[in-house]
Structures are given as structure tokens and as C-alpha cells.
């Protein structure tokens, strides 16, 4: 019996100890049983050293230094924007818009977007027959009207679901993606006229 009153005398100073106290403002800092590295010594941005003679902790660089990322200063080529910021239309004049980009355009395409859009950018890809959302269907009138370096910046940082491909297709070949998906939206408002006649016995 005497085990029984300890027992509930235990429970009731748990139960104290874990609601009694809920809702009471304290100055004092919470208990940690596992800190995982919340306070660490470390320098903050723009901090203080006293360590160095100048008394900073973030160090100038070293001259003669030479940056490894090239220097990007077209932010049509590098961000789809013009020289307001906003989103540009059209192509940078440094690229030749031609068979074989195109053809690396349909390449990265393929492999990176066809997955989720679909081969003709329907938003029919192999995805969607595994409950995987609903991707963007290219031949909507939204997507049609949207500038180019919008699309551009789509496939560089994603949007919503889809992940950015910056770090996986280059500026130039983004651009190339951009320039096919053009060709596969024109491609469904297609006709006959708009055939050379030298090709017109090529088509079924």
C-alpha cells in the first residue's frame, strides 16, 4: 500500500511539474536537455575580434584573388530580365537561334522536363500516372503570352513543386529549352501553309 501512495505522490508531482507551470512568464532561459548546437562560438555578420589587429571578424580578401565563377554581368542572357528588372521578351542577341540549338533545346527538354510536362509539353508526362499533381500545361493561353525570360527564370529557380536546373543545364542551353518549348506551342496551331512546299511530301 505504501508503494501505491509513493506511486501517486510521484504521478501528481510529474503532472505538477509538467502543466502546473503552463501559461507563467519567466525571464530565465529554458532547460536544455539537448542544446543541438543552439549556442555556438562563432562570429556573427559584420562582428567583432578582438583576435585580429582590425579588429574584424571577416577578413578581406586576399589580393591577387581570382573568382572561379564567371563574370555575369548580362542579366538578359543570366536572368531573363531587362535593363528595368523586369522579366525580358524575346532572346539575348549573343545567341544564334538555329537548327542546332534547337536540337539542344529538344535534348535537355527531353531529359529534365518531358518527365512531368509531357514530350509536347501537354502536362501529360509518365508522372501523372503516378498521382504525382498536375504539371503545367505548356499550351495554355498564360503560358503562351508569358515572356520568355520568365520561363527562363522558371526552369533556373522552379516554381512551387518543380526544383530549379540551374546548377544541372547552362544559361546558353536553358535558353535552347525556352526556344523549343516556343517551337512546340507553335507547333499545335500548325498548318500546311506554314510548310515549305520541298517538306510538305514529308508529312503524313
Same mark, same amino acid.
Given at each position: 500500500?505504501?508503494?501505491?501512495?509513493? @506511486?501517486?505522490?510521484?504521478?501528481?508531482?510529474?503532472?505538477?511539474?509538467?502543466?502546473?507551470?503552463?501559461?507563467?512568464?519567466?525571464?530565465?532561459?529554458?532547460? $536544455?536537455? /539537448?542544446?543541438?548546437?543552439?549556442? +555556438? @562560438?562563432?562570429? +556573427?555578420? *559584420?562582428? $567583432?575580434?578582438?583576435?585580429?589587429?582590425?579588429?574584424?571578424?571577416?577578413?578581406?580578401?586576399?589580393? =591577387?584573388?581570382?573568382?572561379?565563377?564567371?563574370?555575369?554581368?548580362?542579366?538578359?542572357?543570366? $536572368?531573363?530580365?531587362?535593363?528595368?528588372?523586369? /522579366?525580358?521578351? %524575346?532572346?539575348? $542577341? @549573343?545567341?544564334?537561334?538555329? #537548327? *542546332? /540549338?534547337?536540337?539542344? %533545346?529538344?535534348?535537355?527538354?527531353?531529359?529534365?522536363?518531358?518527365?512531368?510536362?509531357?514530350?509536347?509539353?501537354?502536362?501529360?508526362?509518365?508522372?501523372? +500516372?503516378?498521382?504525382?499533381?498536375?504539371?503545367?500545361?505548356?499550351?495554355?493561353?498564360?503560358?503562351?503570352?508569358?515572356?520568355? %525570360?520568365?520561363?527562363?527564370?522558371?526552369?533556373?529557380? =522552379?516554381?512551387?513543386?518543380? /526544383? =530549379?536546373?540551374?546548377?544541372?543545364?547552362?544559361?546558353?542551353?536553358?535558353?535552347?529549352?525556352?526556344?523549343?518549348?516556343?517551337?512546340? +506551342?507553335?507547333? *499545335?496551331?500548325?498548318?500546311?501553309?506554314?510548310?515549305?512546299?520541298?517538306? #510538305?511530301?514529308?508529312?503524313?
Amino acid at each position: 500500500m505504501r508503494y501505491a501512495y509513493l @506511486s501517486l505522490f510521484f504521478l501528481v508531482v510529474l503532472t505538477i511539474g509538467a502543466l502546473g507551470f503552463r501559461g507563467s512568464v519567466t525571464t530565465r532561459p529554458p532547460l $536544455e536537455v /539537448f542544446p543541438d548546437m543552439d549556442r +555556438q @562560438s562563432k562570429y +556573427q555578420p *559584420q562582428g $567583432e575580434s578582438a583576435f585580429f589587429a582590425d579588429g574584424r571578424a571577416a577578413r578581406p580578401i586576399p589580393a =591577387g584573388t581570382v573568382s572561379r565563377a564567371p563574370l555575369r554581368a548580362d542579366p538578359f542572357l543570366y $536572368e531573363g530580365r531587362d535593363d528595368n528588372g523586369d /522579366f525580358a521578351r %524575346g532572346f539575348p $542577341e @549573343s545567341l544564334v537561334i538555329d #537548327r *542546332q /540549338f534547337m536540337a539542344r %533545346g529538344q535534348h535537355y527538354f527531353d531529359i529534365y522536363c518531358a518527365p512531368c510536362h509531357g514530350g509536347i509539353g501537354d502536362g501529360r508526362g509518365i508522372v501523372t +500516372q503516378y498521382g504525382w499533381g498536375g504539371p503545367a500545361n505548356f499550351h495554355q493561353d498564360i503560358l503562351r503570352v508569358m515572356p520568355e %525570360g520568365e520561363l527562363f527564370n522558371t526552369i533556373s529557380n =522552379g516554381k512551387n513543386t518543380m /526544383f =530549379g536546373y540551374a546548377d544541372k543545364i547552362s544559361p546558353e542551353d536553358r535558353w535552347a529549352v525556352v526556344a523549343y518549348l516556343r517551337a512546340l +506551342q507553335r507547333s *499545335q496551331d500548325g498548318r500546311l501553309a506554314d510548310v515549305p512546299a520541298s517538306r #510538305r511530301p514529308e508529312l503524313n
